[in-house]
């Protein structure tokens, strides 16, 4: 009988574990993960937040190419900004800064304070939250004139 308590607790924590492994490890990106490690709770980040419901892409799938591509934008638009309102919301009162709606990829940008997104994280309306980092500008490659000439034998 002494056997059976111990061992409950013990299963009890391996299932705690791994329900906070799918709901975090598999949620959040590595990179966010590491920086909320040595964040305080009040540093702001910013992120980006993958919705979890997709368009029905299926809805204009019987439309010629053309009304297709005048009604691609409208379903897409129409989409995000039904399934990102509730989390705006959320968002909004919970001091969310430079917010910004990505509808083509049912994306939301916004700056939150660390301590924050744990909580967005178990949201089932989300599928991802990765760090919104800066990507350097790449300038266009150098001109053909400008490449050194190779001769064959």
């Not at 439309?63 to 129409?78: G, Q, V």
């Not at 916004?110 to 800066?134: F, G, Q, Y």
């Amino acid at each position: 009988m002494s056997r059976m308590i111990v061992k409950m607790p013990a299963v009890l924590i391996v299932a705690a574990s791994l329900v906070a492994t799918t709901v975090f490890g598999n949620t959040l990106s590595q990179d966010l993960e590491s920086r909320l490690a040595v964040s305080e709770p009040e540093e702001e980040i910013a992120i980006i937040i993958t919705m979890a419901e997709k368009a029905d892409l299926n809805k204009i799938k019987k439309l010629s190419t053309p009304e297709r591509r005048r009604a691609l934008p409208h379903l897409l638009r129409s989409h995000a900004e039904a399934s990102q309102a509730d989390l705006i919301d959320y968002l909004k009162t919970k001091g969310g800064k430079n917010l910004r709606s990505i509808w083509v990829t049912n994306l939301l940008a916004v700056t939150v304070r660390s301590e924050l997104i744990p909580m967005i994280a178990e949201r089932t309306d989300v599928s991802a939250i990765r760090l919104d980092k800066e990507v350097p500008f790449v300038s266009s490659p150098k001109s053909i004139d400008s490449a050194p000439v190779v001769q064959g034998d």
